[in-house]
């Protein structure tokens, strides 16, 4: 008898470090469960959801699932819905329930990292209007944060915007010296700056002295923005946080225990992402 599975849907899936945090947290807690990759091509969704219940406690998706596994589900959380995308399964009473837990890893890695960072006042500045965009939007609004999107493309900006409505507004990404002026926290949710793509270079002199920045890339590790942030003396957090956090909420539902982000597991996927990054 094996005990609890639960899996990592996507398709490709085999760069996916999520088998290894969440075996880290079996072994550390000692839980008879597995946790393994499903790669499933999206014509295979219909087999694999029709035997969920046999096989899984549920599990984590990824790209490209993460809006095309919505029709199979009994249920959507708030978090999913409101963000429009779901990363997190799980059953409740023989029902599949889809959740959005990367708004807990946005927010408990700025927790862990910049601590006291929703103190005060002033407003979050966010490049970017994509997926880890809206996760982020979710998260800082519910901590109270007022957010201006800057987007390459302004109408995907104003499309959120007008999607999460009061506290959120839309810019251009020639308004981003002046909104840097009162940031406390700027944020990259786009893909500049991750491995293979082109660096994100912005002039970060207007921010504040106690701003912080985040940059939710995590492949390199210390991408050029958080270079120049800590060149400028800010305060700075890396995205790997973001995959750790988001993390605990599925262990919980699976396997009944809420983890911890330790600084071993920390280690253990910087370790991995270096030895596996040119230049990390
Ligand atoms: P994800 O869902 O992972 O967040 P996405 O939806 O592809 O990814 O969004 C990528 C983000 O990076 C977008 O905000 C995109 O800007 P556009 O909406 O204008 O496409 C941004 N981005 C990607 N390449 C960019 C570039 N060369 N310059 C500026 N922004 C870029």
Known sequence: MTGPLAFILGHPVSHSR????????????????SYERADVAPADLPTFFAGFRDNWVGG?????????????????DDAAGRIGAVNTLWLEDGRVVGGNSDWIGFIGN?????????????????????????????????????????????AKAQELADHFGKGVTAHSLDELPGLMKSARLLVNTTSLGMVGQPPLEIDLSRLPADAIVHDVVYVPLETNLLKAAKARGLRTVDGLGMLLHQAGEGFRHWFGRTPEVTAELRKL????????????
Do not use: F, Q
């Open 110 to 154: 700025l927790d862990e990292l910049a601590p006291g960072w929703d103190g005060g006042s002033g407003r979050a500045v966010i490049l970017g209007a994509g997926g880890a965009t809206r996760a982020a939007v979710y998260g800082l609004l519910k901590r109270g944060m007022e957010i201006a999107l800057c987007n390459r493309t302004v």
């Open 269 to 280: 996927l910087a370790d991995d992402i270096r030895a596996k990054t040119p230049g990390a």
């Open 60 to 76: 984590n998706v990824t790209v490209p699932h993460k809006l095309a596994v919505m029709p199979y589900l009994d249920r959507i």
């Open 18 to 33: 999520s088998p290894m945090l969440h075996g880290y947290w079996l072994k550390r807690y000692g839980i008879d469960g």
